[in-house]
């Protein structure tokens, strides 16, 4: 099968070389000559570079790249049996590929979405046929981390959801299922990783290193918040921010943070800038951070449950499966362990406690609990069995 990938941006480039790997001949279109030639440069030295580390034959690399046309034309699209686009998070924008796309390509041809942000039944709503369209969300970079989201729009044909798991599980990847609702699971679900530990900071209750110690040394996360909003960039999590609070009809649960906001415009973007929480300049002094257990527990303590109050009501409103949500958050943003099996292992009466002491001192409908932990707590329930 002919696959096709629109936008050679890093993303887009992933994809390609992800089906072309998986024996797909592809066709990567971006309009603009230049992102092509970068891609093509880009996907040869890490085609090389491959090779030169012997987990790939020099055949095998050779055989990929031949694999990948690149191309500045949409019309040599056609044949494809699925296209994934990977362009700017732009409503508008996408509208037009889409309807471009469905003049070019045949009926049985899935047309699907990468975003990470914008509603799969707002980007289909424009073709004749919107029963072909989905959302297939991979996480960067793409040739590595293992997670999809495979996302159906209200108007996508069962069929279709079916035959784009298939095709993605065929490239050995892990796909989870999810609702088309903002952020889907891992952006929606994550958001107080990031959102809570902005919030303890502005609260003067510890520093950026320290949060980070927290999450880290006591958490087992590979990255604490901080230091992970700097290497995606402050810019790009608080307009994700953004677009969820705004998606979400401004809940005060995915309230932006006023520090971020400050950071972005400041342009302490993060390591892409050489600053942002932290100093990336070559004479840097590093911040220490306060290792105080008990500052550290209560810190943890507090973005879990909020995590688990996240994964916990999405699950309630019936976004994804238990499995799915789980999954989706240790293969996508590498968390070290899934969320509803860890509020298992700590008591979900422990995790309600620390939500409901939380709302009762803020008042604020931020840290309201779901109503399934609530219900799950009185009928002595747990997420998963015990072995």
Known sequence: ???????????????????????????????????????????????????????WTEDFGSAVLGRINFSTQMEDFEGSGLIIEAIV??????????SKLESIVDEQCILASNTSSLSIAAIGSVLKNPSRVIGIHFFNPAP?????????????DEHITEQARNIVDSWKKVTVLAKDTPGFIVNRVARPFYGEALRIYEEGIADFATIDWAMTALGGFRMGPFTLMDYIGNDINYTVTE?????????????????????????????????????YSE????????????????????ILAMLINEAADALFLNV?????????????????????????????????NTLQALFEEYGEDRYRPSPILKRMVRDGKR???LV
């Open 283 to 302: 004479n840097a002094t590093a911040i220490d951070p306060k290792k105080d257990e008990l500052l550290g527990k209560g810190i943890l303590d507090r």
């Open 144 to 156: 590595l981390m293992p997670l999809v989201e495979i996302i159906p729009a209200v108007q996508t």
């Open 1 to 55: 099968m002919k696959v096709g990938v629109l936008g050679a941006g890093t993303m887009g480039a992933g994809i390609a070389q992800v089906a072309a790997q998986s024996g797909h001949k592809v066709v990567l279109v971006d309009v603009n000559e230049k992102a092509i030639e970068i891609a093509k440069s880009k996907l040869s030295k890490i085609i090389a570079r491959l090779v030169e580390k012997e987990k």
């Open 320 to 352: 994804a499966t238990k499995e799915d949500i789980d999954l989706a958050m240790t293969k996508g943003v590498n968390y070290p362990k899934g969320l509803l099996q860890w509020a298992d292992d700590l008591g979900l009466e422990n995790v309600l």
């Open 383 to 385: 997420f998963f069995p």
């Open 243 to 279: 677009s969820v609070f705004k998606a979400f009809y401004y809940d005060p649960r995915y309230k932006p943070s006023f520090t971020q906001k400050r950071h972005a415009e400041a342009g302490y973007l993060g390591r892409k800038s050489g600053r942002g929480y932290f100093d």
């Open 89 to 98: 998070e732009n409503i508008e924008v996408k509208h037009g590929v889409f």
